[in-house]
């Protein structure tokens, strides 16, 4: 039985009526068929696979058949778009691309180097006419089409909206310095073949949710000014994301990156706020140079990210969007591992603080043993504990405060006590040394009047040292 889904012989004798100079135009129910029975069938009989040199496999086009192909293209389907005021390419299967240029240098062994090429064509090629600028005018759907080979949309203008969504590429696709000025739909999009968006430009938002890269994948230099969306996208070859542009959010939640490949973000510019929540990588992430401020990675895995010289903001502690104790408990982990003391502190400052904030938000565990008054006092002492351990050390992160303090106390706030200005003469002579005396743990209380403000001056001053004793460490460490 013969494959219905290719196309029927009595189908290319048609076409070939089709480009006959005296056909100018096809009704609306011949186009319908030609979309259902040619641009829509499969075309995997148009080439054959063979080995090069290098032994790699490349695809051998019968070139007859795919310029029949974008003849066509031309001459019906982008005419057709002009008249009803939206190109629709929806469930098409396209062959190769044809490239024709005055320029001699071969495109397919330069794809990295579009700025050598200027991409005027000499003939008529893909979609465009000679002396044609290469753009589209229109709103595009490429929805559900199929790419059977190398798809160039490299220096490309979209001046309206386009969608590839459901679209798959089955080798490489080449977006290298493209221009979208509307909103661009690459959801559920199956990226096969190495996937390159060097030097492109993005005006509105685009988005690749649900969509999987399969091989290599290339955003470099690229610019975003709006909103750029990978929710839950799979990234199963290396990755790069490097010197781009971006000014507003970037989501990556639930996306997923497998293990043993390489996933770089290095060089993100601009002002932004990036979302990699509930993101749980199988493979090491690097971020190298990333703006991390009011960020969110609320339920993923920190310990596959690395983090090199990002900014975390210039404050002494480290703020997330949604973030919670464990967030910066794993933060703190992990700069620690790196040995970056000074991240690891903010990060415990953070996590501290958002301790103190919870404290009357969490609910207490009740025991019918205690009596209800005690757990009356757990919230307020709690957080007393919580503020009193960063007002006077600044979560052990600080050498300042606690010597500051320790000094205040020690002579002005006990001496005072222990002056006659307070105590009527009392404690009137040497008030200084015997506050300096219950400063230091290693002097001995007097049984005087005094016993009990002296108590509190000693645990109190004993527990400011310990608290410098503890800045004075983590600082040497950082």
Not at 136 to 162: D, G, H, P
Not at 190 to 205: H, V
Not at 324 to 336: A, D, G, H, M, P
């Amino acid at each position: 039985m013969k494959n219905q889904k290719l196309i029927r012989k009595k189908y290319y004798k048609w076409v070939k009526k089709l480009l006959r100079e005296d056909v100018k135009e096809i009704s609306d129910e011949e186009y319908v068929e030609l979309e259902e029975e040619y641009f829509q069938k499969d075309k995997s009989d148009w080439f054959k696979v063979k080995k090069d040199s290098d032994q790699k496999e490349i695809q051998v086009w019968d070139n007859k058949r795919v310029k029949v192909f974008w003849m066509l293209i031309r001459k019906f389907s982008m005419k057709r778009g002009q008249k009803e005021g939206k190109y629709s390419f929806s469930k098409f299967i396209f062959p190769k691309f044809e490239w024709f240029f005055d320029n001699s240098v071969d495109y397919l062994d330069d794809l990295n180097n579009l700025t050598l090429l200027q991409l005027e064509f000499s003939k008529p090629a893909n979609f465009w006419n000679e002396d044609e600028k290469i753009e589209f005018s229109l709103e595009v759907n490429f929805s559900q089409a199929k790419f059977l080979s190398i798809a160039i949309f490299s220096q490309v203008t979209f001046y309206e909206r386009v969608s590839f969504s459901g679209a798959k590429f089955l080798n490489s696709i080449y977006f290298n310095y493209t221009i979208f000025y509307e909103n661009v739909s690459f959801n559920s999009v199956s990226f096969y073949g190495d996937t390159f968006f060097r030097f492109a430009k993005f005006e509105k938002q685009v988005s690749f949710g649900n969509s999987k890269f399969c091989s290599k994948t290339f955003f470099v230099g690229a610019t975003f000014s709006l909103i750029l969306d990978f929710y839950k996208v799979t990234f199963l070859g290396d990755t790069y994301f490097e010197n781009l542009k971006l000014t507003n959010e970037v989501n990556f939640s639930f996306s997923n990156f497998t293990k043993e490949k390489v996933f770089l973000f290095n060089n993100i510019e601009g002002i932004y706020s990036l979302n990699f929540s509930n993101v749980l990588p199988n493979s090491e992430i690097v971020f190298r140079k990333v703006n991390f401020i009011n960020s969110d990675i609320l339920n993923s895995d920190i310990s596959k990210f690395r983090f090199e010289e990002c900014n975390w903001g210039s404050s002494q502690k480290i703020k997330m969007k949604n973030g919670n104790e464990s967030i910066y408990r794993q933060l703190k982990k992990n700069f620690v591992n790196a040995r970056d003391w000074d991240l690891a502190g903010k990060a415990y400052r953070s996590e501290m603080s958002t301790k103190k904030n919870n404290v009357f938000r969490k609910p207490v565990k009740r025991d019918k043993n205690i009596s209800s008054w005690i757990y009356l006092l757990i919230r307020p002492v709690g957080f007393i504990i919580y503020f009193f351990y960063g007002f006077f050390s600044g979560y052990n992160q600080s050498i300042i405060k606690p010597i500051f303090w320790f000094l205040i106390f020690t002579f002005l706030i006990f001496p005072f006590i222990y002056s006659d200005f307070c105590f009527n003469c009392i404690f009137r002579e040497e008030f200084i040394e015997q506050s300096v005396k219950n400063a230091f743990p290693f002097f001995s209380l007097d049984d005087s009047l005094s016993f009990w403000y002296s108590l509190i001056q000693k645990i109190f001053s004993t527990v400011l040292l310990t608290f410098f004793i503890l800045g004075l460490r983590n600082k040497f460490k950082q």
